[in-house]
T-cell receptor, first 111, second 111 residues
Framework: EDQVTQSPEALRLQEGESSSLNCSYT??????LFWYRQDPGKGPEFLFT???AGEEKEKERLKATLTKKESFLHITAPKPEDSATYLCAVQGITGGFKTIFGAGTRLFVKA | NAGVTQTPKFRVLKTGQSMTLLCAQD?????MYWYRQDPGMGLRLIHYSVGEGTTAKGEVPDGYNVSRLKKQNFLLGLESAAPSQTSVYFC??????????FGSGTRLTVV
């Protein structure tokens, strides 16, 4: 069964304090791993898709990396506006069109 | 440039009542999905559609029905609401199986 586990559940950072969020996954053949950002009271917003181990994607202060068992979302010099919940999701080759989501990491960045 | 629109945004139902949640997308996407989001849990797939006139079950389909009579609309029905269906419901669409665009959600409370 495809599974996604995110850690930590919550992360508090000072502005400018870089850190990483972890996403561990179990999937029977990875079609894609996805990162989303979700602000309170809103729907998730798509950030990245990663397809194979070794792949990296960047967007502003965010960089996503992928290995065969986990993905990291690195946040460099975060700002208060980066505060949100970050969701990781996977789609396996045997799961049809089903994308499995993790519970998310709530990030708080203090000025 | 509306994207994915969900109606209503909030609803309170009594146990046993029925209702329909409407999702509309204006991006000509083939794929549409209904998820529920509960505290401490990831988004869980209820039903999905890979094109007009098609529907399929996701992880947690019991107690829900869906219809996709038109490509741009995906309806989620609750025939006899139960307190366990209290949740935030998100609709999403995608042009293929990657990179979903989510709506802003419907907060449903069943009392």
């Amino acid at each position: 069964e495809d599974q996604v586990t995110q850690s930590p559940e919550a992360l508090r950072l000072q502005e400018g304090e870089s850190s990483s969020l972890n996403c561990s996954y179990t999937v029977s053949g990875l079609r894609g791993l996805f990162w989303y950002r979700q602000d309170p009271g809103k729907g998730p917003e798509f950030l990245f898709t990663l397809y194979s181990a070794g792949e990296e994607k960047e967007k502003e202060r965010l960089k996503a990396t992928l290995t065969k068992k986990e993905s990291f979302l690195h946040i460099t010099a975060p700002k208060p506006e980066d505060s949100a919940t970050y969701l990781c999701a996977v789609q396996g080759i045997t799961g049809g069109f089903k994308t499995i989501f993790g519970a998310g990491t709530r990030l708080f960045v203090k000025a | 440039n509306a994207g994915v629109t969900q109606t209503p945004k909030f609803r309170v139902l009594k146990t046993g009542q029925s209702m329909t949640l409407l999702c509309a997308q204006d991006m000509n996407h083939e794929y549409m999905y209904w998820y529920r989001q509960d505290p401490g849990m990831g988004l869980r797939l209820i039903h999905y559609s890979v094109g007009e006139g098609t529907t399929a079950k996701g992880e947690v389909p019991d107690g829900y029905n869906v219809s996709r009579l038109k490509k741009q609309n995906f309806l989620l029905g609750l025939e006899s609401a139960a307190p366990s269906q209290t949740s935030v419901y998100f609709c999403a669409s995608s042009p293929d199986t990657y990179g979903y665009t989510f709506g802003s959600g419907t907060r449903l409370t069943v009392v």
